[in-house]
């Protein structure tokens, strides 16, 4: 098991960018699948992007693709979330996780951070 710490959320006018970083406490090289989820107030916690261990497969939910991207650096033990074009429905809590096989569903996922809170809003 390994801690993931995530940072780098705010408050951003629609139509901004941010960039989330998740650090692992330890090596993330076992973990098949990186991903990163976001809950709503009173939404369930939802898929938003994930990538495999070498970084040959990326998903994404639907309603993100063109504007968010994930990354990982497996010798930094880090995953990024690169999001671009903001709107106010983007708005949410946003959780890094990690999973030892690959994964679209909470479910599948071993390891989470606390989260960390991206408001987009004017």
């Known amino acids: 098991q390994v801690q993931l710490v995530e940072s780098g959320g705010g408050l951003v006018q629609p139509g901004g960018s941010l960039r989330l970083s998740c650090a692992a406490s330890?090596?993330?090289?076992?973990?098949?699948?990186m991903g990163w989820f976001r809950q709503a107030p009173g939404k369930e916690r939802e898929f938003v992007a994930g990538?495999?261990?070498?970084?040959?497969?990326?998903d994404y939910l639907d309603s993100v693709k063109g504007r968010f991207t994930i990354a990982r650096d497996n010798a930094k033990n880090m995953a990024y979330l690169q999001m671009n074009s903001l709107k106010a429905e983007n708005t949410a809590v946003y959780y890094c996780?990690?999973?030892?096989?690959?994964?679209?569903?909470?479910?599948?996922?071993?390891?989470w951070g606390q989260g960390t809170q991206v408001t987009v809003s004017s």
């Open positions: 996780a990690a999973a030892v096989r690959w994964g679209t569903t909470r479910k599948s996922y071993d390891d």
């Open positions: 330890g090596s993330i090289f076992i973990f098949n699948a």
């Open positions: 990538i495999s261990r070498t970084g040959s497969t990326r």
